[in-house]
């Protein structure tokens, strides 16, 4: 019975150092607050995209071209397509440490991510972006760019 008990009290004590080195994700999920498309880059040129922008402006991108969307909140259900078609991407979480946002290392809130998706452009499109709020309201937000 003592062995039992003593071996109970040690597995909490390396449950409790595991979660201390752990960040602060146990607080209440962000809602998703918001999603846009924010950079634009090819072999033509790199393009920051203004909010609320809907087509790119300064050159026509084409070949190997990446696009970059924040998402501020936690959704639970990224989409992403070019002209309906539908794509994969890459993720990097992105936490706040303080009063300053950067790539989580362990450190800080969960507060959002980054994606990037490899397009080969032959001709513009019309990117689309959507994820749903992990959390209620549970709200879809969608983020639309023509890419010339």
């Known amino acids: 019975m003592k ?38 880059e090819s072999a033509n040129c790199t393009e920051a995209i203004p909010e609320r922008s809907t087509v790119t402006q300064m050159c026509a991108h084409r070949g190997p071209t990446q696009v970059y969307v924040m ?17 994969s991407g890459t ?9 300053i946002s950067e790539a989580c290392n362990g450190a800080g809130v969960l507060m959002g991510y980054i994606y990037r998706f490899d397009l080969n452009l032959q001709a513009g499109g019309t990117f689309q972006f959507s994820n749903s709020s992990i959390n209620p309201p549970q709200n879809t937000l969608v983020a639309r760019l023509s890419i010339r």
């Open 3 to 40: 062995k039992t008990i003593a071996l109970s009290l040690s597995l909490l004590g390396c449950v409790g150092l595991w979660l201390a080195a752990a960040p602060a994700w146990s607080a209440a999920a962000p809602a998703l607050s918001e999603v846009r498309v924010f950079k634009v």
């Open 91 to 99: 993720r990097t979480a992105v936490c706040q440490v303080g009063t």
């Open 71 to 87: 998402e501020v909140g936690l959704g639970n259900n990224p989409h992403a397509s070019l002209d309906g078609a539908e794509l």
